[in-house]
T-cell receptor, first 115, second 114 residues
């Protein structure tokens, strides 16, 4: 089966600019996650979708970050305006079940550099 | 709140030798799931092994095995016959099962010496 697709692979922007990331999960996976991984740290959940509904966005900085999953398939994560501290790898993952008890399948991530 | 602690930032192992990576976690749940993920330079997180807390038997996957000590809240990963391709960052992760939020530790960088 095809894996989790993410684009772009790299992005460099200036602070205060906007940026968007795209993710296409594994076909049939109802649950989709966006994680932020700052250099030297473990990934931190930003938002979790079940189909096209939000399950958990408690750690999403909603003043500048937004995400949507229209039609319950692919998803976009947007940052506007970007800050220097947003420099990180943004990982998308998907799982078949809501509980994720079998683990997730991750994409290769987008490395964002804000200068 | 659940926390996952990986106190060793780096480890090194000689090719063909065995290495153990440590992880502790904190939870008040009795049923949960634990994972080890590998992240090579390509950045893609790869599931290495999974343990269900209600199972006393330690999980094994080929050269990878865990030592799960539920009372001590410890979950270490043993890599036997280390290979150059095992060099990567390894993350321990916890899932309470009620929702699927994975909480990760800070990770450990494993290098393999030829």
């Amino acid at each position: 089966e095809a894996g989790v697709a993410q684009s772009p692979r790299y992005k460099i922007i200036e602070k205060r600019q906007s940026v968007a990331f795209w993710c296409n999960p594994i076909s049939g996976h109802a649950t989709l996650y966006w994680y932020q991984q700052i250099l030297g740290q473990g990934p931190k959940l930003l938002i979790q979708f079940q189909n096209n509904g939000v399950v958990d966005d408690s750690q999403l900085p909603k003043d500048r970050f937004s995400a949507e999953r229209l039609k319950g398939v692919d998803s976009t994560l947007k940052i506007q305006p970007a800050k220097l501290e947003d420099s990180a790898v943004y990982l998308c993952a998907s799982s078949f079940s809501l509980t994720g008890r079998n683990g997730y399948t991750f994409g290769s991530g987008t490395r964002l550099t804000v200068v | 709140a659940q926390t996952v602690t990986q106190s060793q930032p780096e480890m090194s192992v000689q090719e063909a030798e065995t290495v153990t990576l440590s992880c502790t976690y904190d939870t008040s749940e009795s049923d949960y799931y634990l994972f080890w993920y590998k992240q090579p330079p390509s950045r893609q997180m790869i599931l290495v092994i999974r343990q269900e807390a209600y199972k006393q038997q330690n999980a094994t996957e080929n050269r990878f095995s865990v030592n799960f000590q539920k009372a001590a809240k410890s979950f270490s990963l043993k890599i036997s016959d280390s290979q150059l391709g095992d060099a990567a960052m390894y993350f321990c992760a916890y899932n309470p099962g009620a929702n699927s939020k994975l909480t990760f530790g800070k990770g450990i960088t494993l290098s393999v010496r030829p």
